[in-house]
């Protein structure tokens, strides 16, 4: 073998090895599935296939968003945000937040913020005064992290109007 194709596998193992120390890359904004959403301040609701059995299979998971600015600087697709502070029509919306995230798996982002915690974090309350938060639920979506539209309150009859919302972000 040639001194060049020695100094060609010592470069890619330095390279191999600078990649691979922690601290190198960005770290993801999204992080771990988490099992009690409700203790989680902001997730993300992921459409996910996976095997179960021997069987592939996929449904929503939520994810603990690590950093929501990072996430919404970041995507390149609509963020559909959803506060919700845990009272019954908050409750109500979840089966419709995990339609959406099936059906815009590919094509938007879906994130939950959980504001009924006690001690809101700080990350939190800047969200709310960001986006004018005054009811919940409240569903804001942004695009190329530029704030676009926001509805408050849930009805079967305001889906349309969030799904409108969703589609509309890149326009």
Avoid at 29 to 34: L, N, T
Avoid at 112 to 123: A, D, I
Avoid at 138 to 163: C, H, L, M, P, R
């Amino acid at each position: 073998m040639n001194k060049t194709y020695y100094r060609f596998i010592a470069f890619m193992l330095v390279l191999i090895a600078v990649f691979s120390v922690p601290g190198c890359k960005k770290a993801s904004p999204i992080g771990d599935i988490v099992n009690d959403v409700l203790d989680t301040p902001i997730t993300a609701l992921m459409f996910e296939m996976g095997e179960d059995g021997g069987v592939m299979s996929g449904g929503v998971v939520y994810r603990k968003v690590n950093d929501i600015s990072q996430l919404l600087a970041q995507e390149k697709v609509p963020v559909l945000i959803v506060f919700m502070d845990g009272r019954s029509l908050s409750n109500a919306a979840i089966p419709f937040t995990e339609e959406l995230c099936d059906r815009f798996s590919t094509t938007a982002r879906i994130v939950r913020v959980n504001v009924g915690l006690s001690g809101n974090t700080t990350e939190i309350d800047n969200l709310i005064s960001l986006f004018g938060v005054s009811d919940y639920p409240w569903f804001a979506v942004t695009y190329n992290g530029q704030k676009k539209t926001a509805i408050s309150g849930y009805s079967t009859a305001a889906e349309s109007d969030i799904i409108n919302m969703i589609q509309n972000a890149t326009k």
